[in-house]
């Protein structure tokens, strides 16, 4: 689907901004010079508002991902429910530590909060959200999506 269609589809207020940006990263992967002026045009908005916005959100790339991502929520309530215990375990699983770019094919982030703190703590691979997620449950997440 091209970006225009997927435009259409939202109304060119800027409540629907993050959603559409959403969408267009989940149909294109990321929102690059291209996409944002689209969006731009779109919500009658500057070029660098669509990017500020876009480049804003952890959930949202601004740049064609080269590896693959993963993000555990770093948010208070999370925290409190144990992602840090999420975090090692990606660690030792897949051999990387938070925030090193040494792995040739991932890299695991902590992202902000995502607004879903009473279904934490939230993992994220790739635009798919993961709720409630356990230590025990990473290693079936990582097999299906990694």
């Not at 207020?13 to 969006?39: D, P, W």
């Amino acid at each position: 689907m091209n970006i225009q269609k997927i435009l259409l589809r939202f109304g060119p207020k800027a409540e629907n901004l993050l959603a559409a940006l959403r969408e267009i990263q989940k149909e294109n992967g990321y929102i690059g010079e291209k996409e944002s002026k689209q969006v731009a045009e779109y919500f009658g908005i500057s070029e660098a508002q669509a990017y500020s916005a876009a480049s804003f959100y952890d959930l949202l790339e601004t740049g064609k991902p080269v590896k693959k991502i993963i993000r555990v929520c770093s948010g208070g309530v999370c925290v409190s429910e144990r992602s840090l215990e999420i975090i090692r375990q990606v660690e030792r699983m897949l051999h990387i530590e938070l925030d090193n770019d040494a792995h040739p094919k991932y890299k695991l982030e902590t992202m902000s909060c995502v607004g879903r703190c009473d279904r934490g703590p939230v993992m994220e691979i790739d635009g798919k959200i993961f709720e409630g997620v356990r230590v025990e449950m990473v290693g079936e997440i990582l097999k299906d999506y990694i």
